[in-house]
């Protein structure tokens, strides 16, 4: 199959052509033709088609438009056309479109290698796929960009063709053949497509010198000269310049050789200077050497076009000056610059015709001479740059229609364009290569600072410069702002300018609105959408790092789809990243900025809004712990959520560990947040969701600290089944780190209110865990009698995993007293409740207890297959802890029974694990291979 661009849009198979159907069904075509067999995202789909006027059923109308191309496509097969995540694709080898077809025939002539006898059949072979204007029989601003951009490589392809045949026809491309010479008949064929060619594009000198020289080489000297003094009538008539170097050269060259007294063309009075209008290089500039080196390739690559991107003051505009600076040099014709102020007030932003309008003056084109009309004074632009080497920056562009107008058509200018927005319509369409620029890392910072104060400054005080580092949270332009103040101050110690950071963001201001954090934040803000900014404003008061699009939703109390397009909008505002599929993140400043933003909305709206999104995070995460712990003790059941609260439909224990695992810091940070805004009840519910994710991941000092926030939540609030749990917890999480006393005292006192409260199932659960504490103190004596008095309780309870668990404990400090064969009776009941309800995080923890007890009565076959077992169990349930635990234990049974490669091999697993846990047993582990197995090798 065959797809036609360079022309009318068509379709063809070998024998017939296809029916595209009416136009805008044809552009759909022409939208996914013109980047073949990659995706093309709806959206962009969309914005090609219909532009800023797409209908409200725009998504439909392109499902329809789709559904009948894929029909016309198949021909007996199946359809190219195909949907994938986000887009359509049309799955086809990119030659098989004529416009890609092109570009390879013009990339094999560009190649060096490439000799001109190929170079001559290849741009020949190009130029016969064009059969008229491109995309003709359809309309559009995308379609016209298109057209343009598509003839402009026309142009270039023929240029180089004429170019290499006349090298050719002259013998070689010496240059000293005269009119009608042996290569007339080989350049004959050139002058009727070029002389086509230069109706359509009047002002192209190098056009216009590739035909006079054609028709010079043909024997045509009287015609080639007359050509010459019509395009130099044209440029001064109509442009007001003289024609270029090339263009008068050559003139004088067929002068001398037709034997004429030599005339050179008048010349302007006042010669206009090749423009240099870059502004001052920045002398402390420093780092940034990956994009550098990317700007740097984009320039060997012999791209046309960049786009520099990130979020205000993260250094775009020195970052792409100090580059241009750079390479200045290899633009011989100029360097043209224009602050287009896209995020100024309205009354500041440079339009483009204003900024068109100071390219033309630079370029020395008369005020006379200047067309009326933003279209007029374009086509100038583009006529006055094509065949010329200039590097054009456009620098704060708000979008890229607002950089559009200002691009040159030719190949050899180089256009960079910075800007707080992605750009992703250059990119889509005109091909722009991104250099996204991120916040400096903490090394770069500390450069900046260095080149800026004085390395020995900053020796001085190495922890104060961290704090300033820390609180300019990687910013170039607060770090310039920090850097102009301890500047201005050199005697002031730097401990003191990092300790006024800490208040708020008048401190980063220096009275210039361009060295002002707020005033240059408050440009990008004012560009959003009401909608846009109200969750901007509402993300200042997120408590956590980052925030997926559900808890966006809830924070603002709308759908999740909703959610998603206003995160997507402040991501292209670059007001927020996407680090991490899903995941939004502001940086400090930003964050501190919508904070202030936010302090500023009415009270109660403040309050609805952090409600909504503490109460995702809870029933979010009561849902993840109830999936991975069907049969923990439990917390009664949190109140209904507010309207507005979208928690997710997590589908089972793998995607609520996932969820645990990305929301974990700001679960973290949510308990602190909502203890301190009064949301007591909230913050004691969320930290009790947590403890399983804390004991699993290791993450005991979090815990820890988590849990004593939550117990004086739960106390302020009066809620003493929150202040009994937690103490329970609190006890479970000293005993991880082997705080003993700390860990008795807060069981005893859980105990307490349990006993209070007349809740048998938490008593039960208590006194498991004080047994778990005296057995690490050494005293099973004691922790079997709190066993058998939890499974006392039990009993008279309906709950078979908690009883299960209790016989299982039972049954392991039987083992420690000696006791193996009453532990294997305890196990074996216990196995038979818990596979009964399917709990196989109890199945293997009873199947180690059952392995221990095998091994200690010297049955070794048993206990290794029991151990091994519980090690599948657990590392199906993610549970790393008990994986390493019981793997240690059955590298010590298969040690004891003789197999020491095997024991070998489970201790380094196990010793892996603790390792990646930063779990001390890890140490023990290696230890025990270093006495146990001193031939190995044991790090």
Known sequence: MEFRLLGPIEAWTATRRL????????????AVAADAGRLVPIETIIDRVWAGDAPDRARHALYVYVARLRGALQDGGASPLVRRSGGYVLDVDPEAVDLHRFRALTEQARDPRTSDTARVAALRQALDLWRGAPLADVAGPWAERMRESWRQQRLDAAVAWAQAALRLGQGGGDGAGGGGGAGAGAVEPLIGPLTELAAEHPYAESLAAALIEALHESGHQAEALDRYTRIRRKLVDDLGTEPGAELRDLHARLLRQAGAPETPAPQPAAPVPAAAQLPLDL????????????????????????????????????????????????????????DLNGFGGADTVVTPAQAVRGFLDALGVPPRRVPADLAAQTALFRSLTSGRRILIVLDNARDADHARPLLPGGPGCLVVVTSRTNLAGLIAAEGAQPVPLDLLTHGEATRLLARRLGRARLDAEPSAVDEIVAACAGLPLALAIVAARAALRPHQPLADLAAELRDDLDQFDVGDTRGDVRAVFSSSYRTLSDAAARLFRLIGLHPGPDISAPAAASLLGVPVKEARTLLADLVRAHLLTEPAAGRFAAHDLLRRYAAEL???????????????????????????????????????????????????????????????????????????????????????????TLTNFFQRQGRHHDWIATQRVALAAAHRCGDRHGEAHLQRVLGRGHLALANYDDAHAALTASLE???????????????????????????????????????????????????????????????????????????????????KIDDRHGQAATLDTLAYAHHRMGVFADA?????????LTHALADSPNEAGIGDRLGDALFDSGDLPAAQAEWRKAMKIYDELTHPAADKIRAKLAARLPQGVTG
């Not at 308990?671 to 930290?687: M, R, Y």
């Not at 209790?806 to 196995?831: F, K």
Request: hydrophobic share 45%.
């Open 598 to 688: 936010a302090a500023k909305d009415p009270a109660g709206e403040r309050t609805a809004a952090t409600r909504r999104l503490l109460e995702y995070y809870l029933h979010t995460a009561f849902a993840a712990t109830t999936l991975q712990h069907p049969f923990q003790v439990r917390v009664p059941d949190p109140a209904p959520p507010s309207a507005g609260v979208v928690p997710p439909a997590l589908a089972d224990q793998a995607a609520a560990s996932r969820w645990f695992a990305a929301e974990y810091p700001v679960l973290t940070a949510a308990v602190h947040a909502a203890a301190t805004t009064g949301f007591d009840s909230l913050a004691w519910q969320i930290a009790w």
């Open 753 to 835: 209110l349990f006993r209070g409260l007349d809740d048998p199932v938490g008593r039960a659960a208590t006194h498991l865990n004080l047994g778990e504490v005296h057995e690490a103190q050494g005293d099973n004596a004691a922790a079997l009698d709190h066993a058998e008095q939890a499974l006392a309780l039990y009993r008279t309870t309906d709950r078979p995993s908690s009883l299960a668990y209790a016989l299982n404990a039972s049954a392991w400090y039987h083992i420690e007293l000696g006791d193996p064969g009453q532990a294997v009776g305890h196990c074996r009941q216990a196995l038979a409740l818990q596979q």
């Open 283 to 338: 002398h402390s500039f420093t780092g940034r050497t990956a994009e550098l080196d990317r700007l740097d390739a984009i320039l060997e690559e012999a791209v046309v076009l960049a786009t520099v991107t990130g979020t205000a003051g993260v250094g775009k505009t020195s970052l792409t000056v100090h580059w241009a600076h750079r390479v200045a040099g290899r633009f011989p014709d100029g360097q043209l610059y224009a």
């Open 864 to 872: 290794i297959a029991c151990y091994r077992r519980a090690v599948a």
């Open 19 to 30: 029916d595209a159907g009416p136009p805008r069904q044809r552009l759909v075509l022409a």
